[in-house]
């Protein structure tokens, strides 16, 4: 029983250790792209920190392949962690793009009174004229703006895109 302890627990912690640096990782790379340096800093850190740990006690003992194991499923857990708590806390803003038929129930008013702005462009698809939709929306926002969408036309076609918002300033860009 204690040599089988001895085995398990440092592969749990190995496991634990590698899912905190790569989700921490995955927060890093969102923070980095969406041009917020100074959090994907200090997020780097922590994961290089963390996984400096993660490493030396799989580095330790070279002839564990239980450590191994336990260090990529780490790895492989951390990956689908991160990329939940990103899209939870939904840092970050997007463009939504709705292209409906020029004959079919009209968003921009509904958008608009829901406080967004809307620039909207006729154009000509597939099946003749419709109307595209634009309206930059902070990224938790998005099941609110389906939600109203698809009251007003559930037929809507709708597409997200991240982005990063950059504003003119007196004096030049602002992020």
Known sequence: MSELVTLLLPA?????LRIVDVSLGTL???????????LAGLFGFFESLVWLVAAAQ??????SPVKFVAYAAGYATGTMLGVSIERWLAIGESI???VTPVDSP???????????????????????????????????????MLKLLNSVNP??????????PVRLAAGGLRK
């Open 12 to 16: 749990l912690l190995i496991f634990c």
């Open 28 to 38: 890093r790379i969102g923070f980095l792209v969406r041009g917020q340096r100074r």
């Open 58 to 63: 799989v580095l330790s003992n070279l002839d």
């Open 96 to 98: 939504m793009r709705v």
């Open 106 to 144: 009209a968003l921009e008013d509904q958008l608009r009174q829901a406080g967004y702005y809307v620039t909207v462009l006729n154009a000509r698809g597939r099946d003749g004229d419709v109307r595209v939709s634009f309206s930059g929306i902070p990224r938790r926002k998005i099941p609110e």
């Open 155 to 164: 037929s809507a076609f709708v597409t997200f895109e991240n982005t990063t």
